[in-house]
């Protein structure tokens, strides 16, 4: 039943290694989105994807690459952590784009990656 | 460019005091807005929105009035509950960019 789903939950890792975070919607939405939620709750948009197609790319290292497959998942890879990443990272989809009528956005529970 | 700005937390307040979380926004055009709540441990979720000026939104016992002429969208509870405890975060979306801009969120914690 789960709405937008994100794998793992958790996730601890060294500096320097290359780790994936899964999303999935089952909400039938066009649009996804990855945040990065900081210590201080901070929330900073990274990347939205349009039916498959990259629409926001925030200035975010060029070691973070999302993919979409199809429009119902939209992962996110990194490469070479750094301590720096250490956050908890929100998915999201919505019907459609900010601006649009159904622009509501739906989040997953959140992914907190710990880089030792 | 289009910016949130909420009142810092956190807030602290005792079951059934009145709540009010100020937030003012810096837009292009006419945005809708919004506010979303995070509960410990759990991603955001939508608390009520506003699509144009003087709209009121609201939801839980929440409420929030767009207004244009002072770029307001104050977020207020008459009676808050201890299960209230949150972090806050106002948004906006602008028609133009394709973005979503978030608040720094205002933590609540309501005690009995």
């Known amino acids: 039943d789960t709405a937008v789903s994100q794998t793992p939950k958790y996730l601890v890792t060294q500096m320097g290694n290359d780790k994936s975070i899964k999303c999935e919607q089952n909400l039938g939405h066009d649009t996804m989105y990855w945040y990065k939620q900081d210590s201080k709750k901070f929330l900073k948009i990274m990347f939205s994807?349009?039916?498959?197609?990259?629409?926001i790319n925030e200035t975010v290292p060029n070691r973070f690459s999302p993919k979409s497959p199809d429009k119902a998942h939209l992962n996110l890879h990194i490469n070479s952590l750094e301590l720096g990443d250490s956050a908890v990272y929100f998915c999201?989809?919505?019907?459609?784009?900010?601006?649009?009528?159904?622009?509501?956005?739906?989040f997953g529970p959140g992914t907190r990656l710990l880089v030792l | 460019g289009n910016s949130v700005t909420q009142m810092e937390g956190p807030v602290t307040l005792s079951e059934e005091a009145f709540l009010t979380i100020n937030c003012t926004y810096t837009a292009t055009g006419y945005p809708s807005l919004f506010w979303y709540v995070q509960y410990p441990g759990e991603g955001l979720q939508l608390l009520l929105k506003a699509t144009k000026a003087d709209d009121k939104g609201s939801n839980k016992g929440f409420e929030a009035t767009y207004r244009k002429e002072t770029t307001s969208f104050h977020l207020e509870k008459g009676s808050v509950q201890v299960s209230d405890s949150a972090v806050y975060f106002c948004?906006?979306?602008?028609?133009?960019?394709?973005?979503?801009?978030f608040g720094t969120g205002t933590s609540l914690t309501v005690i009995p």
């Open positions: 948004a906006l979306s602008g028609n133009t960019g394709n973005q979503f801009y």
């Open positions: 999201a989809s919505s019907q459609e784009p900010a601006g649009g009528a159904q622009e509501t956005q739906y």
């Open positions: 994807y349009n039916n498959k197609e990259l629409i």
